[in-house]
């Protein structure tokens, strides 16, 4: 089973097998300009991405579909569903952002006005000052206590799902709170209503998530299916990203600040963060000269290959050199620290104007 509201799951291969999450390497090569997130491998997995590169090839009406739920602070690993959303603005889709500050309150308690703001300031600013652009009218955002087309839509959903199925998918026992076990519903929500009449009828929506999300998307694309017949509805598609190894080897996770480097961190501290990181580098000096590193299991390559380095040759180079010991680690931390302090000076010189624009939404 896998958890959506814990999980720290790494295994891919077996998550694919079993849950027929389908790879992602099948439909890559039906996309025009795919991004560097696919075309290396990050994203790995997909739920019937066809209709997507359908609606791609075929200059198609088609939705993209996130949803936040503002928890903590937004770290490096969360700005590959930002770089998703761009992508999909490029290529004309609509942009759906849910706060999910109902699910916020349910699963952790956190209120609505502290949600909002953390939505806003946090989430929203960075995604603005990462390069998403907010201000076109396809662009939608929207808490979910606030749109009634996905409270209403959720309550009509629940007639068709009973407690048994709810306990089966997410493993809800006797201890959860109701308004707990409601919230799947409030996503499925979220992922259909842009198919509703009212916001232009059914078409096909991309779902980009982690696969600690899919329970939400089985469940979703059963619903789909239930009430294709009343609303026409079409089974949405999905994404399945990797989650980024944090700083310390662990999975990236806003409660663990060592592991992660958040995007409000100081340069001086993001930094720091990287010259201690774990990396696959060996022993001694002397052995990696010898026998080289591991780039596979190392988070600073990660972060190069996530994050900071767009040209496909140049990573291949330090991967190489890696491996025959040409290069050690000190040398990637450094170059990694030059390329996130550019990064960091580019997000911290958008943020007061991010700022600014963040506040005019939700109004
Ligand atoms: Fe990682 Fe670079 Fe060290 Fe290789 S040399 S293990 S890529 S930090």
Request: hydrophobic share 35%.
């Amino acid at each position: 089973m896998i958890d959506p509201w814990g999980s720290s799951i790494i295994d891919y291969e077996k998550l694919t097998e079993q849950f027929g999450i389908r790879p992602f390497s099948e439909v890559v090569d039906d996309i025009d300009n795919p991004s560097k997130l696919m075309t290396r491998g990050i994203i790995f997995g997909q739920r019937d991405y066809k209709q997507i590169t359908n609606a791609l090839k075929n200059n198609k009406e088609f939705a993209t579909m996130t949803g936040m739920m503002p928890s903590g602070r937004m770290h490096i690993g969360h700005k590959m569903v930002v770089d998703q959303l761009k992508w999909y603005q490029e290529q004309g889709s609509d942009i759906y952002v849910s706060i999910a500050d109902m699910e916020a309150y349910a699963a952790r308690g956190i209120n609505k006005e502290k949600a909002r703001d953390l939505a806003l300031n946090e989430y929203i600013v960075n995604y603005i000052a990462l390069g998403l652009d907010v201000t076109r009218d396809n662009f939608h955002l929207y808490l979910q206590s606030e749109n009634d087309d996905v409270k209403n839509l959720a309550y009509i959903l629940g007639k068709k799902v009973t407690f048994s199925q709810m306990r089966s998918i997410y493993g809800f026992d006797n201890s959860a709170n109701v308004a707990h076990i409601y919230t799947p519903l409030l996503q499925v929500a979220d992922i259909l209503h842009p198919q509703l009449e009212k916001y232009g009828g059914p078409k096909p929506v991309i779902v980009p998530v982690g696969p600690d999300q899919d329970p939400h998307i089985r469940l979703t694309r059963d619903l789909a299916s239930k009430f294709n017949e009343e609303y026409g509805f079409i089974e949405p598609s999905a994404t399945f990203h990797r989650f980024m190894t944090g700083l310390t080897g662990e999975k990236m996770s806003s409660s663990k600040p060592k592991s992660a480097i958040y995007l409000t961190d100081t340069i001086k501290d993001a930094t720091k963060k990287v010259k201690s990181a774990k990396t696959g580098g060996r022993e001694s000096l002397k052995e990696q000269k010898e026998l080289g590193g591991h780039p596979d299991q190392c988070s600073i390559y990660e972060l190069l290959v996530y994050h900071l380095i767009d040209d496909d040759k140049k990573l291949e180079e330090i991967r190489n050199k890696c491996l025959s010991g040409e290069i050690v680690c000190g040398n990637c931390k450094q170059c990694a620290s030059e390329l996130l302090t550019d990064m960091f000076e580019d997000i911290n010189s958008k943020r007061e104007e991010a700022q600014k624009i963040a506040q005019t939404l939700l109004k």
